[in-house]
């Protein structure tokens, strides 16, 4: 497989997650990474789901977490509390920071993820979800498969991520800050895979939306904030 170009991209961007995440935690309060890891091995001892995020945080060199900033502990949520199946460029190792260009783009992404998995619940097509948008900067040199839709087949595919996370990972252990690609779920949309959290520049809470299913695959998608006249 051809290797991908090397491009500066230097762009905001907009991610969205359930907005159930607290919005202050330990990444924000404490500095020293020494302190983070203490403090997630102390709540270990009463909460053992931490053991697979703190595995994860050790994937990570101490050079590239974010913390002692605002925003800093959803900033490594997305590494640490990431998908066990991955995403399209990650394994369940470690997750990353999967953004849009748009807002459009991050919100059909999103939609897709989460219909299918309400195909394979047991309520079905009826859920109501709340999301929060997170802005965020980018200005580094990622690896770029824009345009290259026909010749990498496999990166693209809307069912399987079967080649495009062991790509992802092997590009990410070769020392990429992350991938730049064209988005599967929304035509003419642009998507990046940031792999170093440090690389995220003024993190942002952005607007809340609502994504409602009521029996049908499509949801009802609506804005809750800053909502236009």
Known sequence: MTGPAQNRIAHSTHRLIASRWPTIGVF???????DIA?????????NDR?????QRLYEL???????????????MAAYLHADEAGGRFTDGTIGAWYCSFDLQTAIKETVYHHTRRLAHSAGGFYQTI?????????????????????????????????E????GVTLRRAGSN???????RHGGGV?????????????????????????SETPLVSQLTNVPL
């Open 28 to 34: 924000d309060r404490v500095s020293a990474p020494a």
């Open 130 to 162: 709340q999301m929060r948008e997170l802005r965020a900067d980018v200005n580094a040199e990622f690896d770029d498969v824009r345009g290259r839709q026909k010749e990498l087949p496999a990166l693209y595919s809307p069912t399987s991520y079967a």
């Open 61 to 75: 060199p101490e050079s590239e977490w974010a913390a002692g900033t605002p925003n800093a502990t959803i900033v």
């Open 164 to 167: 495009s996370q062991p790509y």
């Open 38 to 46: 203490a403090a997630y091995e102390l709540e270990m001892l009463t």
């Open 50 to 54: 931490l053991h697979v995020p703190l």
């Open 191 to 215: 998507c990046l895979a940031v792999f170093r959290p440090r690389l995220l520049l003024n993190v942002t809470q952005g607007d809340h939306f609502q994504y409602e299913w009521t029996g």
């Open 178 to 184: 992350g991938i730049c690609y064209d988005s599967v």
